[in-house]
């Protein structure tokens, strides 16, 4: 009911509770940047995988910055730290849990940090998860390969350096409260 005469019936704003509308063409715009940055990402942990493949010879590093960064190939059955050498058939099922789970929150994706760290996630995920399917000793039991040394204390790839920007990204986010499908509206701001 009116509270008064000639009041209009609906209020001029949307209610605090009321996300905006989604912009259309918007929700396209994310996933092309979300699925644009997962490939490059794949893209480029492939190519380097192949260069390091050809270029490197496991046990003879190349230092890149002194002894801080090098260049030391070799095939990691495990994950960080070699943990889980004997499990490789395990990280692959994490691995393809993790890839659900972005799959699902791809869906549901609603703002451009989000967009961004799931690429990255999604695109670190499929990077190394080629290497186990693809790689010997055999299908979901590949190793990964890893050559890029930070100080001696491990061995990564271009997919880890995605991954763990993603993770960074993602604990930012959701330290900020910043939820997947976009921005939390915080009432008490609502005239800020």
Known sequence: MQDEAGAPLTADHPTPSTPAPEPSGGRRRLYAVLLGLAAATL????????WALAALTPGEPVEVIGSWISLTLLRNPGAAFSIGDGSTWVLTLVSLAILGWVLVGARKVGNMPWAIALGLLLGGA?????????REPGIGRGHVVDFINYFGWFVGNVADIAIVVAAGLIMVLTYRGTSIAGPVHHPEHADD
Do not use: H, W, Y
Request: charged share 25%; proline share 0%.
């Open 43 to 50: 893209v480029a942990d492939q190519l380097s995988k192949i």
């Open 126 to 134: 499929l990077g190394n998860l080629v290497d186990r399917f693809a």
